[in-house]
């Protein structure tokens, strides 16, 4: 399977996990989960490049783990765009993020095996 889809599914899987144990997030219907993985993909792909050279001293002072940080503004980036998705802030976000990053990881290293 391909590194995109992966990364689809992690989102997906991510956003649906945490909105049934976190009250805050809130996810309308499965079609607004699809889209809202869609839309991250997405931004992901145009927008998060973008972010990582402008914010890459912070990057480098951190030693990476101010990506978490870009990561979390996709996020709300994404949520801003699907309107029956709601993230509700900035620390879910980046729980998200954080729990994106690490299912993908698994579902990669699954493949390889």
Sequence with gaps: MS???FKYLSIILTIYLLSTIIDGIYIGDISSLLAMG???????LIIKPILL?????????????????VNAW???IADHFISDVNMNG????????FIITILYHLFRDMNKA
């Design 90 to 97: 900035f620390l879910n976000s980046l729980l998200a993020a």
């Design 53 to 69: 050279l402008i914010t890459l001293p912070f990057s480098i002072l951190t030693l990476g783990l101010f990506t978490f940080i």
């Design 38 to 44: 869609l839309v991250l993909l997405v931004i992901n």
């Design 3 to 5: 590194k995109l889809l």
């Design 74 to 76: 996709t996020i709300m």
